[in-house]
């Protein structure tokens, strides 16, 4: 079993609860007067964590309960502007949804762009193929017969252009 001048948290917990109303009282000051018990405990939580010896523990636990209404004061902030976005006005949705919008258009376009690159690079008929297969969604064996071509000779060519593909969007971060 420790004692107090084995683990420093110890004394200052003892402290701790000699001020534990004197906290209260400090943390009700600071406008925190609902949640001031709820303020002291949070100190309460932090000091716990303490394992340094501290030189002045009852200015250290003052400062502890001024920066936990400090903390719940920017999170009451946080809270009420993003509530603020969600209950606004349309425009301000629309407005980063439009934005969300363009981005994601110019992305696809870019990619777009990419994969038309790699279709011509990859050349005829296997881009004609693809582009026959996956847009227009005709069956392999109607391209067999509209190719003149065997069946194995237009899975050969969509191989490849799977294949181009794939090594396009593994090179895409």
């Known amino acids: 079993m420790k004692t107090s001048s084995e683990h420093p948290a110890a004394g200052l917990e003892a402290i701790?609860?000699?001020?534990?109303p004197a906290l209260?009282?400090?943390a009700a000051a600071m406008?925190?007067?609902?949640?001031?018990?709820?303020?002291?405990?949070?100190?309460?939580?932090?000091?716990?964590?303490?394992?340094?010896?501290?030189?002045?523990?009852?200015?250290?636990l003052?400062?502890?309960?001024?920066t936990a209404v400090l903390d719940?004061?920017?999170?009451?902030?946080?809270?009420?502007?993003?509530?603020?976005?969600w209950q606004s006005p349309a425009n301000l949705v629309e407005d980063a949804v439009e934005s969300a919008d363009a981005e994601r258009r110019l992305i696809a376009v870019q990619t777009l762009q990419a994969v038309e690159a790699r279709?011509?690079?990859l050349g005829e008929p296997a881009a004609a193929i693809f582009r026959r297969h996956?847009?227009?969604g005709v069956t392999q064996r109607k391209l067999a017969e509209e190719f003149g071509m065997g069946l194995?000779?237009?899975?050969?060519?969509?191989?490849?252009?799977?294949?181009?593909?794939?090594?396009?969007?593994?090179?895409?971060?």
């Open 24 to 26: 209260v009282r400090r």
């Open 72 to 85: 719940r004061r920017r999170g009451a902030r946080r809270a009420a502007a993003r509530d603020a976005i």
């Open 152 to 173: 194995s000779t237009i899975e050969k060519h969509l191989r490849r252009a799977y294949a181009v593909l794939l090594d396009l969007q593994e090179a895409q971060p």
């Open 62 to 66: 003052l400062r502890m309960v001024y």
């Open 16 to 20: 701790f609860a000699g001020m534990r």
């Open 119 to 121: 279709l011509i690079a």
């Open 31 to 60: 406008g925190a007067a609902g949640d001031a018990e709820d303020v002291v405990q949070d100190v309460w939580l932090k000091l716990r964590g303490v394992d340094a010896p501290v030189a002045s523990p009852h200015a250290y």
């Open 134 to 136: 996956r847009i227009d």
